[in-house]
């Protein structure tokens, strides 16, 4: 019943932004861990972004930090990813995840039961 839908997924250079957002549909619970992670062909999934939508706390990986932003519309289910300075080890296929309130590290994938299709981000120098 639950689905997660990513969009905004392209090709740019090196320097420039790009904006990802994810629509989530069929899920009520009041907090909540949204945002995204990232995978490269034989290497593992890696966390970039996660909110938590009750208090609005934000999660970022070291090599995102002050340049990508996360953001949250709880009344339409979506949560966003505004990428800027875009470096070419930000290539990866970009994934929307979720889970509700949980006790555990924010970006452990294992702890995320809703997966979005996935969207691709290619950055070239």
């Known amino acids: 019943q639950v689905q997660l839908l990513e969009s905004g997924g392209g090709s740019v250079q090196a320097g420039g932004s790009l904006r990802l957002s994810c629509t989530v549909s069929?899920?009520?619970?009041?907090?909540?861990?949204m945002g995204w992670f990232r995978q490269i062909p034989g290497k593992e999934r890696e966390g970039v972004a996660i909110?938590?939508?009750?208090?609005?706390?934000?999660y970022y990986a070291d090599s995102v930090k002050g340049r990508f932003t996360i953001s949250q519309d709880n009344a339409k289910n979506t949560v966003s990813l505004q990428m800027n300075s875009l470096k070419p080890e930000d290539t990866a296929m970009y994934y929307c995840?979720?889970?509700?309130?949980?006790?555990?590290?924010?970006?452990?994938?294992?702890?995320?039961?809703?997966w979005g299709p996935g969207t691709q981000v290619t950055v070239s120098s």
């Open positions: 069929g899920y009520t619970a009041s907090r909540k861990f």
């Open positions: 995840a979720m889970r509700g309130s949980f006790y555990g590290a924010a970006f452990d994938a294992r702890t995320y039961n809703y």
């Open positions: 909110i938590y939508s009750y208090s609005g706390t934000p």
